[in-house]
């Protein structure tokens, strides 16, 4: 199983991005899909998730400005990440609670990829 993340950049403050993390392999289910953010100097901390269902769970720092969806069919999730801040900038990682036959379920992690917000 791999989940490769993508989407991150350089963007000014109150500009947009859209993460994607997308899984592949022997995945026959994902439960949860999960972002998170590693500011440096700073622990990783949980930015959004969202369960098989479609129910979501923000931080209270990006309410309202980042928006966590998944597309079942493709094993992918996305952060629709608006109005951003520098305090934005960080490696932003992706997380997913997968089955496969072989591991049964356990928690994956994404590469990471950065996002920088800065003028």
């Known amino acids: 199983v791999q989940l490769q993340a993508s989407g991150g950049g350089l963007v000014q403050p109150g500009g947009s991005l859209r993460l994607s993390c997308a899984g592949s392999g022997p995945i026959n289910s994902i439960n949860t899909w999960a972002w998170y953010r590693q500011a440096p100097g700073k622990q990783r901390e949980l930015v959004a998730d969202?369960?098989?269902?479609?129910?979501?769970n923000y931080s209270a720092s990006v309410k309202g400005r980042f928006t966590i969806s998944r597309d079942n069919a493709k094993n992918t999730v996305y952060l629709q990440m608006n109005s951003l801040k520098p305090e934005d900038t960080a490696v932003y990682y992706c997380n997913a609670e997968i089955y496969t036959s072989l591991t049964g379920w356990r928690y994956w992690w994404g590469q990471g990829t950065l996002v920088t917000v800065s003028s």
């Open positions: 969202i369960t098989w269902g479609g129910s979501t």
